[in-house]
């Protein structure tokens, strides 16, 4: 990706906002934060202007322009923000297991209940942020979230349980791409039962398009 003269570098900025961000206090963090989800992820991005964010931020909008500078940043930052919860939580749920399958299973799961308390979330990551721009959040191309993905998926390719014909990435992509999908259209269906009441015929499918059987 170019940046066209007199355009802000977005993939360089975002690359030392979270210690930026660390200079604000977190109930500012957070209404910013909520005032995101709540405007980006029902209006088109170009209809959102920093102006009303800051509004329902309740915080000034010198604030917003000193800690994001532009309207992309300042998404881009507070995807950052929530996606490094979603990889430390799986982290965390992956402790102490060892079995590849069930690594797999659990990291499903985990994604499965973020998304559907978190619908907003998914929401905010498709319809605001084009794909060509996903790097510049910064937990794409983080060891967080690269040891929390990959690291399941190249160790169960190492103990032959899952497809190694294929590169790690690829299998990343079948993953993403079945359960993205799901999530997605169960949030534009308005389906009300949970996507984690049918886990289990769910991960079935997503195994079988895996595994290395």
């Not at 060892?98 to 209940?113: I, S």
């Not at 721009?133 to 967080?144: A, G």
């Amino acid at each position: 990706m170019t940046t066209a003269p007199g355009e802000p570098d977005h993939a360089s900025a975002i690359v030392d906002r979270r210690e930026i961000l660390r200079g604000m206090r977190a109930d500012t963090l957070n209404r910013i934060e909520k005032a995101v989800l709540e405007l980006f992820s029902t209006r088109d991005f170009h209809e959102v202007s920093l102006q009303e964010v800051a509004r329902s931020a309740n915080v000034s909008l010198q604030t917003i322009y000193k800690y994001f500078g532009s309207k992309e940043v300042l998404v881009y930052a507070m995807l950052d923000v929530m996606l490094v919860r979603l990889a430390d939580r799986m982290i965390d749920h992956l402790q102490g297991i060892d079995d590849a399958r069930e690594r797999l299973r659990k990291t499903c799961w985990v994604l499965l209940d973020y998304m559907d308390k978190h619908p907003a979330v998914m929401m905010l990551l498709v319809t605001a942020i084009p794909v060509s721009r996903h790097r510049n959040i910064r937990i794409y191309e983080s060891p967080e979230l690269m040891d929390a993905f990959l690291g399941v998926l190249k160790d169960g390719q190492a103990r032959g349980v899952l497809n190694n014909r294929v590169s790690s990435k690829v299998l990343l992509d079948v993953f993403m791409g079945i359960i993205g999908r799901v999530e997605l259209m169960h949030i534009v269906r308005a389906e009300k039962r949970p996507l984690t009441d049918q886990f289990d015929e769910l991960f079935h499918i997503l195994w079988r398009a895996m595994s290395a059987d």
